[in-house]
């Protein structure tokens, strides 16, 4: 019993560092790592074995160049003796992770996901993009938007390749309305283009229509084929009056299919000029019904070899998509 008590005194009165016993107050052997009370005390060489728990408000641990790290029991600082450069913090009670970087928050891993600025992340690959919506700020200036207006440089086709066109759709369109920029455009009735009525007769060759006796007046019509809603705004008739003597007279019909009447569009009287190529121009401003009209020109031509009809143009403007 006096042997046991002994060994125990001896025990309770020693230290064990680095796998050797010092009793206290002894100094220790070169081998050993000695613990201060003073800070940061003298520099030794050696190591620390330890097994179990280390319980310390705080961790530093630097090199000779002053940069280490500092440990708490919630952050882990990459730094040099000032300077905190990396920070990796937990927080218990919101359940996150977060690292700093030169004081600026750069990540945060909790449950709901990761979130971040993602500022100078780079290489990473589009098609592990399983859910979610990229924000239209985020996209490219190439790249069509869900909630902004898309210009496009190029052509677009859907289904064909667009070529030239601006926009070609291989198969139907449907829309509920369609707006078009207004342009004009014109359709030409040439001499081949008219034959007589029943009112005298005419001569025709590839450059004019004339009436056939200089004692009857002829009459001459050609169809006119308009788009549907065209608003015809320009109708002019070139005509050859050799001596100035006479004059013609220029008419647009529309004929009702059912054949119930006929509507004159415009009445254009053509004057002389003598020995001149002439026409005469009458805005008509009338809108084309083909579910309701045909259409079609009536020249009113003088019983005169000398008035010749050499064309007559239409020109007419549409607002709404052709069939």
Known sequence: MRISACFAAILLASLI??????????TPAVSLVRLQMVSPGIAQNGHVNLTGKVLAG???VFDSSNSGIRLTSSSLAFA??????????????AQQH??????????????????GPGSGITSLNASSLATGT??????????????????FSGN????????????????????TSLSIESETRYVTLHPADFERTSTGNIT?????????????????????????GA?????????????????ARLEIWANRIDNTNRTNVTLMPISANSAQIVFESRFASYTVNNVLFSYYVRVDLPASSQVKLRAVRVAYVISQPLP
């Open 17 to 26: 560092i680095g796998g050797a016993t010092v009793t206290a107050g002894q």
């Open 58 to 60: 705080g961790l530093s």
């Open 80 to 93: 040099d003796a000032t300077t905190e450069d990396i920070i990796y913090t937990y927080s218990s009670v």
């Open 98 to 115: 977060s690292f700093a970087v030169n004081g600026s928050q750069k990540l945060i891993i909790s449950n709901n996901g990761i979130a």
């Open 134 to 151: 990229v924000n239209d700020a985020r996209l490219s200036s190439n790249v069509p938007k869900l909630n902004a207006n898309n210009v």
């Open 156 to 175: 677009i086709g859907v289904g064909v390749d667009p070529g030239a066109s601006r926009l070609r759709v291989n198969g139907n369109l449907h829309a």
């Open 204 to 228: 025709t060759t590839e450059d004019f229509v004339s009436s056939a006796s200089v004692v009857t007046p002829a009459q001459a019509i050609a169809p006119l084929h308009l788009p549907q």
């Open 231 to 247: 608003v015809i705004g320009e109708v002019r008739a070139y005509v050859l009056d050799i001596d100035g003597n006479e004059d």
